[in-house]
T-cell receptor, first 111, second 113 residues
């Protein structure tokens, strides 16, 4: 079992729809969870971080964390073609300043 | 402007040559990291450093070396012992405090032929 798992996609949604990206992790003691957006040929950009169970909203983005189910998700409302990118889930494992990354989900938003 | 800089953006080398990738940050971050990304694969940790003059191997350190003589700088050397050096190399640093948010530099794309 991988430490952080994501569906590779691509996830295709029409412009204006809600895109839902999911991530599961294996270390039950994980403390911090992050979503990065990576455009082709560019470096990852941090878009959301979440530490407590529940929802955290920032503009069109909502991160959801369920530690009991070891599940974190990212919702993108009113998806735009400019949101088309690969989204990386990252988890900070117990006891250390090291992030473990999933392999990413590719999102395609069609006009 | 505060941030992480990596140079050069593109680098071409012949097989058998060592090459050093630069990473500089002016964010006053203590911890710095080097990752490698290959097409269709996730980020793999090469080396990391939590403080000056100290660093640890990551998951794929073989064929690489680093130094951390200054807080701002964490150069990575790709040696001739690295079997498949062609990749996208990313440097990152972590903001101190409870959030531990990690930020990346723009990356260096290394091609070895």
């Amino acid at each position: 079992q991988k430490e952080v798992e994501q569906n590779s996609g691509p996830l295709s949604v029409p412009e204006g729809a809600i895109a839902s990206l999911n991530c599961t992790y294996s270390d039950r003691g994980s403390q911090s969870f992050f979503w990065y957006r990576q455009y082709s040929g560019k470096s990852p950009e941090l878009i959301m971080s979440i530490y407590s169970n529940g929802d955290k909203e920032d503009g069109r983005f909502t991160a959801q964390l369920n530690k009991a189910s070891q599940y974190v998700s990212l919702l993108i409302r009113d998806s735009q073609p400019s949101d088309s990118a690969t989204y990386l889930c990252a988890v900070r494992n117990t006891g250390f300043q090291k992030l473990v990354f999933g392999t990413g989900t590719r999102l395609l938003v069609s006009p | 402007d505060g941030g992480i800089t990596q140079s050069p953006k593109y680098l071409f080398r012949k097989e058998g040559q060592n090459v050093t990738l630069s990473c500089e940050q002016n964010l006053n971050h203590d911890a710095m990291y080097w990752y490698r990304q290959d097409p269709g694969q996730g980020l793999r940790l090469i080396y990391y450093s939590q403080i000056v003059n100290d660093f640890q191997k990551g998951d794929i350190a073989e064929g690489y070396s680093v130094s951390r003589e200054k807080k701002e700088s964490f150069p990575l050397t790709v040696t001739s012992a690295q079997k498949n050096p062609t990749a996208f190399y990313l440097c990152a640093s972590i903001q101190p405090g409870p959030s531990y948010e990690q930020y990346f530099g723009p990356g260096t794309r290394l091609t070895v032929t």
